[in-house]
């Protein structure tokens, strides 16, 4: 079974970088026709996606969020990583990392603040 579990700093200061790394086990994230995503929940509000990697490397990312974002991968070590540049305390959420040919498989979320 696929699992994914994400790790990255949980505070960080406005105009800080945040990093998250989601590490998959159980699958390669070169599966053929599946996709690596990051969502966020804020407090209060519904789920955003915030982009994707494809099985083949390629990325995409929301456009409300495109200037800020960069999605990478590390095929070696079977992980994706998130890039947000420039947080402010509108960034504060749970982000989860998600894979599959759909929304199929999803970490277990990981609480991410943006206070001074």
């Known amino acids: 079974q696929v699992q994914l579990r994400e790790s990255g700093p949980g505070l960080l200061k406005p105009s800080e970088t945040l990093s998250l790394t989601c590490t998959v086990s159980?699958?390669?994230?070169?599966?053929?026709?599946?996709?690596w995503s990051w969502i966020r929940q804020p407090p209060g509000k519904g789920l955003e996606w915030m982009g994707a990697i494809t099985y083949s490397g390629v990325p995409f990312y929301s456009p409300s969020l495109k200037s800020r974002t960069s999605i990478s991968r590390d095929t070696s070590k079977n992980q994706f990583t998130l890039q947000l540049n420039s947080v402010t305390s509108e960034d504060t959420a749970v982000h989860y990392c998600?894979?599959?040919?759909?929304?199929?498989?999803w970490g277990q979320g990981t609480q991410v603040t943006v206070s001074s």
């Open positions: 159980g699958g390669s994230i070169t599966t053929n026709g599946y996709y």
């Open positions: 998600v894979g599959g040919s759909g929304w199929d498989y």
